[in-house]
């Protein structure tokens, strides 16, 4: 039997593209970066990067976090982390054309984390913000004012659908919609992080009851906020469930 030779096979790249949503005025917004260089210059895309040769995938996406939002990954390890964002494998894209520099298989990864600032643009980034999601998936594309209109770089709008619709899904079932508030937070809080998300208006009163009857998915902290207005409401942290029984199902629209 012949000896491996790795130059019988065609050389390909790897990078990791971020998905990193966040709730921003009631609208469910994802980081988007507009490109300082080709190929797709000046289009919005995803943040991300190539995989350097000594990382692995969780590190790199890691890597491009801390980069692009100043976030790092949320260790369940120390549950007491502030500014930690939850980050996990999304989904591997791989079409031989989606790149027209060469070959490259990308690594998605999806992060949530509560209402960040405003972006600073890093790499070959000329300029990122927070965009509503629907806007960034509008048929005829995304562009700010005084721009011109394109739809996302690369296959970016397919990964970005993937990826809400990943953050849809699991919201029904773990709790993973807490990851989307700060570590002390209102029922009221928390159903607008539902709101946004599933792009639906909820019952104050059955959500309540819902979230609180739940085993494991909340614990009250003692403590009481008037940052709503109004009447002082109770606050909660995340309770140490991960898989919510009975599911929070979404409405049917």
């Known amino acids: 039997m012949p000896p491996y030779d790795p130059s019988a096979f065609p050389p390909f790249a790897v990078t990791v593209d971020l998905v990193v949503l966040t709730v921003r005025r009631d609208a469910l917004c994802a980081l988007a970066v507009r490109r300082g260089e080709a190929p797709f210059q000046g289009r919005w895309a995803l943040p991300g990067g190539f995989v350097r040769a000594d990382e692995d995938l969780s590190l790199a996406a890691a890597r491009e976090l801390v980069e692009e939002t100043g976030l790092s990954a949320h260790d369940p390890s120390t549950p007491t982390q502030v500014q930690g964002a939850h980050l996990e494998q999304l989904a591997t894209y791989g079409d031989p054309r989606r790149d027209p520099r060469m070959r490259v298989v990308s690594v998605a990864h999806l992060a949530l984390a509560p209402d960040l600032p405003a972006p600073r643009a890093g790499g070959d980034a000329s300029n990122a913000r927070w965009a509503p999601v629907e806007e960034l998936l509008a048929s005829g594309g995304y562009g700010r004012e005084g721009e011109q209109v394109a739809p996302l770089a690369f296959d970016h709008a397919r990964i970005l659908t993937d990826g809400v619709e990943r953050a849809k899904s699991k919201i029904?079932?773990?709790?993973?919609?807490?990851?989307?508030?700060?570590?002390?937070?209102?029922?009221?809080?928390?159903?607008?992080?539902?709101?946004?998300?599933?792009?639906?208006?909820?019952?104050?009163?059955?959500?309540?009851?819902?979230?609180?009857?739940?085993?494991?998915?909340?614990?009250?902290?003692?403590?009481?906020?008037?940052?709503?207005?109004?009447?002082?409401?109770?606050?909660?942290?995340?309770?140490?469930?991960?898989?919510?029984?009975?599911?929070?199902?979404?409405?049917?629209?």
């Open 172 to 253: 029904e079932y773990s709790s993973l919609a807490t990851a989307f508030c700060t570590p002390e937070f209102t029922v009221g809080e928390l159903r607008r992080v539902y709101e946004a998300v599933w792009g639906v208006a909820l019952d104050p009163r059955n959500f309540h009851r819902k979230v609180t009857g739940t085993p494991g998915f909340l614990v009250p902290t003692g403590g009481t906020t008037t940052r709503q207005g109004g009447r002082p409401a109770q606050l909660f942290r995340a309770g140490g469930a991960t898989l919510l029984n009975p599911p929070m199902l979404r409405p049917e629209v």
